[in-house]
């Protein structure tokens, strides 16, 4: 099982529609959690830590299942400016940081 | 926020030469850096971890002799590409933790495109 799953996509949403994609992860002693968004050519950009109890920040909502070892991200109210690849990054104890290969979001005008 | 700068954004250059990609925490003391790449279309790949006033820690398979880091400062880590071929060519990217603890997150610097003709 490889240390951070993502589903690649595309996920092709129309604007405006609530999209989730998950992410999971292999070490259940990993300890931190965090979601970016890269753009075409550009570099990740942090978008939100997941918090163990779950966490919003606007359209966007993150959140953690200890249990099932896995991470969400929700957005509602999609945008055309939310198009983008979404990483997963996992930061277990010892300290090492774990990107997952995306997954690419196009919202639909 | 915290504000990591790389330089240069974009270089294209002969096959043979070397490139030295600079990387500075502007706001904010660095004791580690992380360098990675990125090919079209892939997921980044961690090449080594830079630690001021040490050797870098290379990922496996990375050649450290033709990767040379240096972390002279806290605020600096430069990645040089020593006799680039056109393989080498891809987007590079440094990342920086503010603080020590492991639920901080990274902040990437703005990447450098290389291009090796």
């Known amino acids: 099982r490889k240390e951070v799953e993502q589903d690649p996509g595309p996920f092709n949403v129309p604007e405006g529609a609530t999209v989730a994609f998950n992410c999971t992860y292999s070490n259940s002693a990993s300890q931190s959690f965090f979601w970016y968004r890269q753009d075409c050519r550009k570099e990740p950009k942090l978008l939100m830590s997941v918090y163990s109890s779950g966490n919003e920040d606007g359209r966007f909502t993150a959140q953690l299942n200890r249990a099932s070892q896995y991470i969400s991200l929700l957005i509602r109210d999609s945008k055309l400016s939310d198009s983008a690849t979404y990483l997963c990054v996992v930061n277990d104890r010892d300290d090492k940081i774990i990107f997952g290969k995306g997954t690419r979001l196009h919202i639909l005008p | 926020g915290a504000v990591v700068s790389q330089h240069p954004s974009r270089v294209i250059c002969k096959s043979g030469t070397s490139v030295k990609i600079e990387c500075r925490s502007l706001?904010?003391?660095?004791?580690?850096m992380f360098w990675y790449r990125q090919f079209p279309k892939q997921s980044l790949m961690l090449m080594a971890t830079s630690n001021e006033g040490s050797k870098a820690t290379y990922e496996q398979g990375v050649e450290k002799d033709k990767f040379l880091i240096n972390h002279a400062s806290l605020t600096l880590s430069t990645l040089t590409v020593t006799s680039a071929h056109p393989e080498d060519s891809s987007f590079y990217i440094c990342?920086?933790?503010?603080?020590?603890?492991?639920?901080?997150?990274?902040?990437f610097g703005n990447g450098t495109r290389l291009t090796v003709t």
């Open positions: 706001d904010f003391q660095a004791t580690t």
């Open positions: 990342s920086a933790r503010v603080g020590w603890a492991y639920n901080s997150p990274l902040h």
